[in-house]
């Protein structure tokens, strides 16, 4: 392993998770941390710790200069993004590289073409990867916008090029709407992402949302199956489960292969998710995006795979190639991960910063929690809401299910209001655990059940 000390250019739960993979691999950590994080749980694991700015992110976790000039002074061999922030940032990536060390995640020239997804699109029909209907790259003018609306009919999706985390993303009934919202998109992602291009998609009804874990070494790809995040809120996924339970084994494989098949076209390397849209009702899917980075959602994965993907990006960031074959991988069992956020699901997902008095986390079998958290510890109110991951796997969906259910019961965190209700809730709906769902399922499902995910201080239901 040539890489000696790894920097930990993120926060939170993943820059947690990096720092004890690091740690199994036998490499020294340095993470850096805004001012607002410099009692982090993270900063409290790591070898050495950077303060590069103040809370706002502008100004620490998206500073480039600072987090390289951290690495400098340190003597870091190698940068891990984790996700958000600069995790798609090519730039980033090529600053990392440039300044003689090792940046874990794929090439800055691979996040160009696969992070804009308008190039991805592109990448992908040339790799024979089915794509929904919609525009041939980023739309000239708000004419164009019309003339692909007219071609491809109404609901459309406008989505930003550099988009990320349901930002950027509006749809359009009509050319009216269109006209109205594709301004507000272009704004938003601009203010985000520092790009406003968009282009245009036929929105897929009652769509399921499924992605293919892949991993590359630059030469090689495998791919790890598949998740299902169709639960979402504003388009921000909550609930996320592999194998999804809508595919039957001949889809499966189809989707997997063209997921390899689009990674080995773009010499891919490190951790990679190609996302698609399921089609029930046609057995069609339909590639949407790819994100050239970890995801939240990793965990699944890993419980129903056995691979640890994080110390896998490392191992092949410093130029090892792939471990596992791709017949040495299956599925085994079921996974579920629920998002446990400091916020009150009764009153509109309301941000719930605060100080965690004590906690109370389940355990047993089959049951993981990622988290950031301690007693005292102070939710800063800069970032996003995220405290951790809950991850159940069991041997069948139901078992994980029940699993799940068990696990929310005895969870605590005192101090907070956290979505942990909203997940007791959700495990025991007959649609979800028939596996009826679909994009658009969870936000009238809120409208109807929302006030009644009361909690008491310890984030349980009242």
């Known amino acids: 392993m040539p890489i000696g000390k790894l920097l930990i250019a993120n926060r939170g739960e993943i820059a947690v998770r990096i720092n004890r993979a690091a740690r199994e691999l036998g490499i020294r950590t340095v993470q850096v941390h805004s001012a607002a994080d410099a009692d982090s749980l993270a900063v409290e694991m790591a070898d050495e710790a950077v303060d590069i700015g103040p809370p706002a992110a502008a100004k620490s976790y998206l500073n480039v200069a600072a987090i390289l000039e951290a690495a400098r002074k340190t003597g870091a061999d190698a940068v891990h993004p984790g996700y958000g922030f600069l995790a798609e940032n090519a730039e980033f990536a090529d600053a990392v590289e440039t300044a003689g060390m090792v940046f874990v995640g794929p090439r800055g020239e691979t996040i160009r073409r696969m992070g804009d997804k308008a190039s991805a699109r592109q990448a992908a029909k040339e790799a024979g990867v089915p794509t929904v209907p919609g525009s041939d790259g980023l739309l000239s003018d708000p004419g164009a916008a019309r003339t692909v609306a007219d071609r491809i009919g109404y609901p459309v999706m406008i989505k930003a090029t550099a988009g990320g985390g349901g930002r950027g993303i509006r749809i359009a009934q009509n050319g009216d709407e269109l006209d109205t919202l594709a301004p507000q998109a272009a704004s ?200 951790g991951k809950l991850i159940v796997r069991g041997e069948s969906r139901e078992q994980a299910i029940a699993r799940l259910q068990r696990a929310v019961s005895e969870f605590r965190i005192d101090g907070l209001k956290t979505t942990a209700p909203l997940f007791s809730a959700l495990a025991g709906d007959a649609a979800v655990r028939s596996g009826a769902v679909h994009t658009g399922w969870l936000e009238p499902w809120l409208e109807e059940n929302g006030a009644g995910l009361a909690q008491n201080e310890g984030g349980l239901a009242a």
Not at 357 to 379: E, K, N, S
């Open 188 to 387: 938003e992602a601009s203010a985000a992402f520092g790009d406003g291009g968009l282009y245009l998609e036929k929105v897929i009804e009652r769509a399921r949302h499924i992605e293919v874990q892949i991993l590359g070494d630059g030469n090689n790809v495998v791919h790890l199956f598949e998740r299902e995040c169709s639960l979402q809120r504003r388009r921000q996924k909550v609930w996320e489960e592999a194998p999804s339970p809508a595919l039957d084994a001949e889809t499966r494989q189809a989707l997997c292969d063209s997921a390899v098949r689009l990674a080995q076209s773009v010499g891919y390397r490190g951790a990679g998710t190609i996302e698609y849209l399921y089609d029930d009702v046609s057995g069609a899917f339909y590639f949407i995006e790819m994100n050239t980075r970890i995801q939240v959602e990793h965990p699944v994965t890993e419980e129903i795979t056995g691979v640890d993907l994080v110390a896998e990006m490392i191992r092949i960031a410093g130029g090892a190639p792939l471990s596992i074959a791709q017949a040495d991988l299956a599925i085994s069992g079921h996974a579920i991960e629920v998002r446990i956020n400091a916020e009150d699901p009764a009153n509109n997902f309301m941000p719930f910063p605060g100080v965690v008095a004590d906690f109370r986390f389940p355990g047993g079998p089959g049951v993981r929690f990622d988290h950031m958290l301690y007693p005292g510890y102070q939710i800063p109110p800069f970032y996003d809401s995220l405290l």
